[in-house]
């Protein structure tokens, strides 16, 4: 609950600042990184996902472990628990992704803070 609460309070009083989760990053994403980035792709096509019966919201980079998960349950029903190595591949993906977005935010916010500040001083 707090982090919600505080990211609407920082959305409130400092809406200049504070990007919206729901839009396209406003930066350059090479902004910062002289070598380039690797570009993340999902390893899996929309038409293997929709064949998997891959929720909507689970489509994302970490699809392929969650094809395998789902495989591993489907063929091992009654002793799911033979799935553990599939399920703890599909978690900690879902974590590593996780902390990029945050951290895909985080730059977001201060690249527009700094701008913001430069802004200040030359205006």
């Known amino acids: 609950m707090g982090i919600i609460m505080s990211s609407g309070v920082k959305r409130y009083f400092y809406p200049e600042v504070t990007p919206d989760p729901a839009e396209q990053p406003s930066f350059d994403p090479l902004l910062g990184f002289p070598n380039g980035r690797p570009e993340r792709v999902s390893k899996v096509t ?9 929720p909507l919201e689970h489509r994302d980079f970490c699809a392929d472990l969650a094809i395998d998960y789902k495989r591993c349950r489907r063929d091992t029903f009654p002793f799911v628990v033979k799935c553990s190595h599939e399920k703890h591949a599909y978690l900690n993906c879902k974590y590593e992704d996780f902390v990029i977005r945050a951290k895909e935010y985080e730059r977001e916010r201060r690249l527009k803070v700094k701008a913001e500040e430069a802004k200040r001083r030359s205006g």
């Open 46 to 54: 929309d038409a293997e996902l929709k064949s998997a019966l891959i």
